[in-house]
């Protein structure tokens, strides 16, 4: 197996990364997760915007250009021979003896690895559930940052409780997952948190968005509360891995249970058809 290090491609028993990596002491750093279908990154172009977005938000210089980046990333997902799978891309801001002020002169360091990974169909049938848990997180989600702490947090006591994801709430407005987006659907009508500074703007998500008017679905970006969360028709959540998720329980702050519905259905569908896979 190769992974992507600096400006090689070597074998990952021979990867390591440097004792003063700002990543290690600080989580400064930035990353993407890509799914890959039939061998072919999906909404490749969308994951590097949103990087180089993170990378600017950061004061990150890029090290390479965003053709590079997508070049060697589709030379290893070639040498690891990934068919169905992720790409992990990872950019910290680079070595320096521990100080929280930063230096502008040193070289952001990148690695990536790729994994083969199934399609949660099983999953996507029958629905997740969710627990329901007060976001603690920083005011700047919107940066797709490796500092995760409080995604850490909430996903683990998500399966503590049996849950399968977290549902984060920011007292009583729905934000999103751990690691994921939440859409509720009412009367037609989907609904997810505003792309601002509380949430990450997922790539998924953005693509819902586009399917929704596909299929000709009214979709709006308004908060909504944990009240017309259990009031809901349908709940489901997005993100690169889950793809199209339906939700058929909520435990922790607020508790309900409902069926997948039309309407995620449809979406779901109409996810399959934009993927390679079919
Ligand atoms: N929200 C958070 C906090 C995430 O970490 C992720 C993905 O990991 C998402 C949302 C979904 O984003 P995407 O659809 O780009 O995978």
Known sequence: EYVWL?????????????????????????????????????????????????????????????TTLKENIR???????????????QMTRGEQIRDHLYSRDIIPVITAFTKEAEIPVTKQTNGISLLA?????????????????????????????????????RGDIVTEGSSSNIFIVKKGVIYTHPANHYILNGITRQHVFNLAQEEKIPIFEEAFSLEETINADEIFVTSTTLEIMPVINIKGSIETSLQPGTITRKLQQAFKEHTHAG
């Open 6 to 66: 600096k400006d090689k491609i070597i074998s990952r028993h021979d990867a390591y990364v440097h004792f003063d990596d700002r990543g290690y002491y600080f989580g400064d750093g930035i990353y993407e997760v890509i799914r890959v279908y039939d061998g072919l990154p999906f909404l490749f172009d969308e994951h590097f915007e949103r990087f180089l977005r993170s990378a600017k938000e950061l004061d990150m210089p890029l090290p390479y250009s965003i």
């Open 75 to 89: 030379h290893l997902l070639q040498k690891n021979d990934i068919k169905n799978g992720y790409v992990y891309i």
């Open 133 to 169: 848990t007060e976001d603690i997180r920083w005011l700047r989600c919107d940066i797709k940052t490796i500092n995760l702490l409080g995604n850490v947090m909430a996903k683990r006591r998500a399966e503590d409780y049996y849950c399968d994801e977290a549902l984060q709430h």
